[in-house]
């Protein structure tokens, strides 16, 4: 039996209606994609010759939309969304609409989510309305762990549209790290802990996670070295596979970043599943060794203790699989990272 007919509350909302929507698609102006940029019809967050040269893994994940944003305002009372995806990424301890699917902010609260069907396979139709007709500014955020290929946005005929900018005339922030950087296991795309500190403060950023495959490579560090960031957080403990693995890139991967730019701001991060072994004393050793040596350097650098994010908390409550953060976890991550981006930020 379907929920649906059981509790509406469970429905998907009607699929989107063509008759009285004229459809945009999202790279045309006034929408603004952030987060993603197009390489030979790829929307994609490292290019793709660099990505290729590190692994298939890397260069597949590389096209997940996670932290894809598309903005604009609007007048219209609903808004649909066509939505085409060349890779589909279905996980048993991920929803669907974290993994496949969009949410809708309106004026920078959330409001609503395009929830994909059970069944997607390539895309899905979906639509979200509102009750009444006044000027909305609207944030839709792209799935985490999907290739979205195309967008067509929905709104009325008699609807205006027009740029909506949310951020300062800062750069972004860049985040590299694992798949908890990517956002799993968040609910919905809003939930990873990037988007509440970007809507917080108004600053753009960009989502360099990789799930089980941000290994610190040497290409990687000099790519994102000549990244324009504001402020870069480095957070890949997760996917080095050893203490010495991450021995043997850590400092080396910061090295590279300080190098190409002096004055950043660069927060690290040590991981938060934290199991009180040996291996994991190991690696914060390893970690806070990079980021004591930056320091005696001078260097504008800040550590974030990953065993510290769930302190008070049962840590059973933050985690899907006492791993990857649920959306309590990304919501004490968020309140964390954020702490040492507020003081930066002043």
């Given amino acids: 039996m379907d929920i649906s007919?059981?509790?509406?509350?469970?429905?998907?909302?009607?699929?989107?209606?063509?008759?009285?929507?004229?459809?945009?698609?999202?790279?045309?102006?006034?929408?603004?994609?952030?987060?993603?940029?197009?390489?030979?019809?790829?929307?994609?967050?490292?290019?793709?010759?660099?990505?290729?040269?590190?692994?298939?893994?890397?260069?597949?994940?590389?096209c997940n939309a996670a932290g894809g944003r598309v903005t604009f305002e609007t007048d219209s009372d609903k808004v649909a969304i066509i939505a085409k995806m060349s890779k589909v990424t279905k996980m048993s301890?991920?929803?669907?609409?974290?993994?496949?699917?969009?949410?809708?902010?309106?004026?920078?609260?959330?409001?609503?989510?395009?929830?994909?069907?059970y069944e997607i396979a390539n895309g899905?139709?979906?639509?979200?309305?509102?009750?009444?007709?006044?000027?909305?500014?609207?944030?839709?955020?792209?799935?985490?762990?999907?290739?979205?290929?195309?967008?067509?946005?929905?709104?009325?005929?008699?609807?205006?549209?027009?740029?909506?900018?949310?951020?300062?005339?800062?750069?972004?922030?860049?985040?590299?790290?694992?798949?908890?950087?990517?956002?799993?296991?968040?609910?919905?795309?809003?939930?990873?802990?990037?988007?509440?500190?970007?809507?917080?403060?108004?600053?753009d950023f960009i989502n360099l996670g990789f799930s089980g495959n941000a290994k610190g490579e040497t290409v990687i560090a000099e790519y994102i070295s000549k990244l324009d960031m504001s402020i870069f957080v480095l957070d890949y403990d997760h996917n080095a596979d050893t203490p010495e693995d991450?021995?043997?890139?850590?400092?080396?991967?910061?090295?590279?970043?300080?190098?190409?730019?002096?004055?950043?701001?660069?927060?690290?991060?040590?991981?938060?599943?934290?199991?009180?072994?040996?291996?994991?004393?190991q690696r914060k050793e390893i970690i806070y060794k990079t980021y004591t040596e930056a320091k005696s350097n001078g260097d504008n650098v800040y550590f974030i203790d990953g065993e510290s994010f769930y302190e008070g908390y049962d840590r059973g409550l933050c985690t899907v699989d006492s791993t990857h953060p649920n959306d309590l976890g990304m919501y004490l991550m968020a309140q964390k990272i954020d702490k040492v981006?507020?003081?930066?930020l002043k």
């Fill in 93 to 117: 301890h991920c929803t669907f609409l974290g993994s496949c699917g969009f949410d809708l902010y309106v004026d920078n609260e959330y409001y609503k989510a395009f929830v994909p069907p």
């Fill in 246 to 281: 991450l021995r043997n890139t850590h400092q080396n991967f910061y090295n590279i970043i300080r190098k190409a730019n002096k004055d950043l701001p660069i927060i690290i991060i040590s991981r938060p599943d934290y199991h009180f072994q040996d291996t994991d004393k």
């Fill in 5 to 62: 007919k059981i509790d509406v509350n469970f429905s998907l909302g009607s699929a989107a209606e063509t008759d009285d929507l004229n459809y945009y698609n999202f790279t045309e102006k006034p929408f603004k994609l952030w987060g993603l940029f197009e390489e030979n019809g790829v929307f994609r967050r490292v290019p793709y010759e660099i990505a290729n040269s590190v692994s298939k893994e890397f260069e597949f994940l590389s």
């Fill in 124 to 203: 899905y139709m979906s639509s979200i309305s509102f009750p009444d007709k006044r000027p909305r500014k609207i944030i839709i955020n792209f799935p985490l762990y999907s290739e979205v290929r195309d967008l067509n946005i929905g709104l009325n005929k008699e609807a205006f549209v027009k740029e909506y900018n949310p951020y300062k005339n800062i750069s972004p922030i860049v985040y590299y790290g694992s798949s908890i950087t990517q956002g799993a296991c968040a609910c919905k795309p809003g939930n990873a802990y990037q988007f509440p500190i970007s809507k917080k403060h108004g600053v």
């Fill in 341 to 344: 981006i507020s003081e930066i």
